[in-house]
């Protein structure tokens, strides 16, 4: 397995190429973390001398066990293959393709903006997409939107999501046609976001990184 020493040195190019990465274990965070994780992990290869680099952008305020599909970029090799994380002329290779995918994640910090990369990033299937849209209209605070959605909600959305909203005693308020949330309803929505937020953070280690930023459905 390849240990976090060699993964450090392993980075170091690209480190200096985008200084203001902060590695964080096996990875590469793009601060300023505030609503989404941006960075660039490193995964082992099944032969100690080899890893697998992953660009993600994540949502933080969505359960990792929501997410399904989410933006995972495999920052391959020209020519095909793993990296050997103890070649230095692979460490120099990769530091410009791992620099390329931080430069065209920089933008990401919004819903809007994470939905238009998702789509590029995957084959359409238009259940899938209506499931992925979902949170991040709830997010942005889009009941309408959101409403639309759950007129003919998936499978995934039934096992989901139904569940969490009538835990927190919104599903009715979203899902029936004609009815909308009430002021109390919307904080109780930011504040389940804020919550599932919270606990990303505490899961990837980067609280220490973390920006506090008010949420659209602070503002609704």
């Known amino acids: 397995m390849t240990t976090k020493a060699e993964v450090k040195r392993f980075l170091q190019p690209m480190l200096a190429a985008c200084p203001e990465l902060v590695l964080v274990g096996r990875t590469a965070v793009l601060p300023p973390v505030r609503h989404y994780l941006r960075c660039i992990y490193i995964r082992s290869g099944r032969r100690s001398e080899f890893c697998w680099p992953t660009g993600i952008v994540a949502p933080l305020y969505v359960p990792v066990a929501f997410l399904n599909d989410g933006i995972n970029v495999r920052l391959a090799r020209p020519g095909g293959g793993l990296w050997r994380v103890r070649e230095p002329e692979s460490a120099i290779q990769f530091a410009k393709i791992g620099s390329s995918f931080v430069e065209q994640v920089r933008a990401i910090d919004s819903p809007h903006a994470y939905l238009e990369r998702q ?102």
């Open 119 to 220: 789509r590029t990033e995957l084959t359409p299937h238009p259940i899938r997409e209506k499931f992925l849209e979902l949170p991040h209209r709830l997010f942005s605070g889009e009941f309408e939107r959101v409403r639309e959605l759950l007129q003919e909600p998936d499978w995934i959305t039934f096992l989901q999501w139904r569940p969490a909203l009538e835990n927190i005693g919104l599903w009715d308020s979203l899902h029936k046609p004609g009815s909308s949330l009430s002021s109390d309803e919307t904080k109780r929505l930011a504040r389940w976001f804020h919550e599932r937020e919270r606990e990303s953070l505490a899961a990837e280690e980067i609280g220490h990184l973390w920006e506090d930023t008010p949420m659209p459905l602070d503002t609704v």
